[in-house]
Nanobody, 117 residues
Framework: VQLVESGGGLVQPGGSLRLSCAAS????????MSWHRQTPGKERELVAS????????YYSDSVKGRFTILRDNAKNTVYLQMNSLKPEDTAVYYC???????????WGQGTQVTVSS
């Protein structure tokens, strides 16, 4: 099982980034997907999630209206489009796959996003 995030980097405030998470080794279309972020000394927090068929999404209040989560089941990939980035969005971003039918879940290794001028 692998979840490989990419697309992180350094961006100026107000800029945009698109994170990708490529999945392999499990039936991607049968798993809910989510993005989380973590800064040093803080707990990992849920940013956005999407159901198996993309029929329902969730966003934390801190990113609602600026971030969009998408998935492409044909490509086994979930995306996080991040617009109007703020310095407080700086964090390591992780993707997570969770089975809605069991307690099975998987984490990616994370990708660093830094918002700074």
């Amino acid at each position: 099982v692998q979840l490989v995030e990419s697309g992180g980097g350094l961006v100026q405030p107000g800029g945009s980034l698109r994170l990708s998470c490529a999945a392999s080794g499990f039936p991607f279309s049968g798993y809910s997907m989510s993005w989380h972020r973590q800064t040093p000394g803080k707990e990992r927090e849920l940013v956005a999630s999407i159901t198996m068929a993309s029929d329902n999404t969730y966003y934390s209040d801190s990113v609602k209206g600026r971030f969009t989560i998408l998935r492409d089941n044909a490509k086994n990939t979930v995306y996080l489009q991040m617009n109007s980035l703020k310095p407080e969005d700086t964090a390591v971003y992780y993707c997570k796959a969770r089975s809605p039918y069991s307690s099975v879940f998987y984490w990616g290794q994370g990708t660093q996003v830094t918002v700074s001028s």
